[in-house]
Protein backbone atom coordinates (compact mmCIF):
# COMPACT_ATOMS: atom_id res chain seq x y z
CA UNK A 1 0.00 0.00 0.00
CA UNK A 2 1.30 3.27 -1.12
CA UNK A 3 0.02 6.67 0.61
CA UNK A 4 -1.76 8.11 -2.34
CA UNK A 5 -3.79 4.84 -2.92
CA UNK A 6 -4.75 4.90 0.99
CA UNK A 7 -5.50 8.57 0.69
CA UNK A 8 -7.53 8.23 -2.46
CA UNK A 9 -9.53 5.31 -0.67
CA UNK A 10 -10.02 6.76 2.84
CA UNK A 11 -11.50 10.00 0.83
CA UNK A 12 -13.43 8.05 -1.02
CA UNK A 13 -14.90 6.47 2.65
CA UNK A 14 -15.82 9.90 3.68
CA UNK A 15 -17.85 11.01 0.59
CA UNK A 16 -19.80 7.77 0.90
CA UNK A 17 -20.67 9.36 4.73
CA UNK A 18 -21.14 12.74 3.74
CA UNK A 19 -23.65 10.86 0.53
CA UNK A 20 -25.21 8.86 2.72
CA UNK A 21 -24.17 5.92 0.13
CA UNK A 22 -23.63 2.29 2.02
CA UNK A 23 -23.76 1.45 -1.74
CA UNK A 24 -20.35 3.05 -2.19
CA UNK A 25 -18.82 2.36 1.49
CA UNK A 26 -19.54 -1.18 1.22
CA UNK A 27 -17.48 -1.68 -2.38
CA UNK A 28 -14.09 -0.26 -0.40
CA UNK A 29 -14.15 -3.53 1.09
CA UNK A 30 -13.64 -7.37 -0.01
CA UNK A 31 -16.25 -9.73 0.13
CA UNK A 32 -14.97 -11.24 3.34
CA UNK A 33 -13.61 -7.83 5.04
CA UNK A 34 -13.72 -7.53 8.68
CA UNK A 35 -14.97 -4.51 10.43
CA UNK A 36 -13.97 -3.66 14.43
CA UNK A 37 -16.01 -0.92 14.85
CA UNK A 38 -15.87 -1.53 18.69
CA UNK A 39 -12.99 -3.07 20.42
CA UNK A 40 -15.55 -4.49 22.76
CA UNK A 41 -17.71 -5.89 20.43
CA UNK A 42 -17.47 -8.73 18.32
CA UNK A 43 -16.34 -7.26 14.22
CA UNK A 44 -18.88 -6.94 11.45
CA UNK A 45 -17.82 -9.86 8.81
CA UNK A 46 -18.09 -9.18 5.09
CA UNK A 47 -19.38 -6.65 2.63
CA UNK A 48 -23.19 -7.57 3.60
CA UNK A 49 -23.10 -6.53 7.23
CA UNK A 50 -20.87 -3.60 6.61
CA UNK A 51 -23.29 -2.50 4.01
CA UNK A 52 -26.25 -3.23 6.54
CA UNK A 53 -24.42 -1.00 9.34
CA UNK A 54 -23.67 1.69 6.77
CA UNK A 55 -26.86 2.03 5.94
CA UNK A 56 -28.61 1.96 9.15
CA UNK A 57 -26.37 4.02 10.96
CA UNK A 58 -26.20 6.70 7.59
CA UNK A 59 -29.95 7.13 7.20
CA UNK A 60 -30.11 8.31 10.83
CA UNK A 61 -28.02 11.12 10.09
CA UNK A 62 -28.27 14.16 8.20
CA UNK A 63 -25.89 17.64 7.59
CA UNK A 64 -22.51 14.96 7.61
CA UNK A 65 -19.42 16.77 7.77
CA UNK A 66 -16.30 14.28 7.46
CA UNK A 67 -13.02 15.19 7.41
CA UNK A 68 -9.47 13.37 7.66
CA UNK A 69 -5.79 13.26 8.06
CA UNK A 70 -3.65 10.33 6.64
CA UNK A 71 -1.20 9.96 10.03
CA UNK A 72 0.77 6.93 7.85
CA UNK A 73 1.29 4.23 6.01
CA UNK A 74 3.03 0.97 6.39
CA UNK A 75 3.79 -1.48 3.69
CA UNK A 76 0.01 -3.41 4.47
CA UNK A 77 -1.71 -0.92 6.99
CA UNK A 78 -2.24 2.63 6.44
CA UNK A 79 -3.51 4.70 10.14
CA UNK A 80 -5.62 7.98 9.47
CA UNK A 81 -7.11 10.76 12.35
CA UNK A 82 -10.93 11.15 11.54
CA UNK A 83 -13.86 13.01 12.82
CA UNK A 84 -17.19 13.77 12.06
CA UNK A 85 -19.89 15.92 12.32
CA UNK A 86 -23.94 15.50 12.18
CA UNK A 87 -27.50 16.21 13.26
CA UNK A 88 -29.27 12.73 14.29
CA UNK A 89 -32.70 13.00 12.66
CA UNK A 90 -34.81 11.69 15.09
CA UNK A 91 -33.59 13.98 17.82
CA UNK A 92 -31.99 16.34 16.23
CA UNK A 93 -29.25 16.49 18.48
CA UNK A 94 -25.29 17.55 17.22
CA UNK A 95 -23.14 14.89 17.28
CA UNK A 96 -19.29 14.91 17.10
CA UNK A 97 -16.96 11.92 16.51
CA UNK A 98 -13.38 12.02 17.01
CA UNK A 99 -11.50 8.64 15.92
CA UNK A 100 -8.45 6.75 14.57
CA UNK A 101 -8.38 3.80 12.62
CA UNK A 102 -5.97 0.96 10.85
CA UNK A 103 -7.17 -0.23 7.68
CA UNK A 104 -5.81 -2.67 5.37
CA UNK A 105 -6.24 -3.05 1.83
CA UNK A 106 -5.29 -5.64 -0.99
CA UNK A 107 -3.17 -5.20 -4.46
CA UNK A 108 -6.61 -4.20 -5.47
CA UNK A 109 -7.50 -1.35 -3.31
CA UNK A 110 -10.27 -2.91 -1.50
CA UNK A 111 -10.18 -2.72 2.83
CA UNK A 112 -10.24 -6.34 4.10
CA UNK A 113 -9.73 -5.27 7.97
CA UNK A 114 -10.96 -1.65 9.46
CA UNK A 115 -10.16 -1.04 13.10
CA UNK A 116 -11.29 1.82 14.73
CA UNK A 117 -11.27 3.43 18.14
CA UNK A 118 -13.55 6.94 18.34
CA UNK A 119 -15.05 9.20 21.16
CA UNK A 120 -18.27 10.71 20.65
CA UNK A 121 -20.24 14.07 22.00
CA UNK A 122 -23.64 14.63 21.40
CA UNK A 123 -25.07 18.19 22.00
CA UNK A 124 -29.32 18.75 22.48
CA UNK A 125 -31.42 19.97 19.30
CA UNK A 126 -30.01 22.18 17.98
CA UNK A 127 -29.87 25.75 19.78
CA UNK A 128 -30.16 24.09 23.29
CA UNK A 129 -27.63 23.29 25.81
CA UNK A 130 -25.43 20.25 25.76
CA UNK A 131 -26.35 16.90 27.41
Known amino acids: MDYESFKTWFETLGRAWENRDPHAAAALFT ?20 YRYWSEETQAQE ?32 VELDGICAIRLNDEHLCYSLREWWHAREQGAIGTQAL
Request: proline residues 4%; hydrophobic residues 35%.
Open 63 to 94: QIRFHSEILGVTQDTGFAHWWVSFVRISSKNK
Open 31 to 50: EDAIYHENPFEEPMHGRTAI
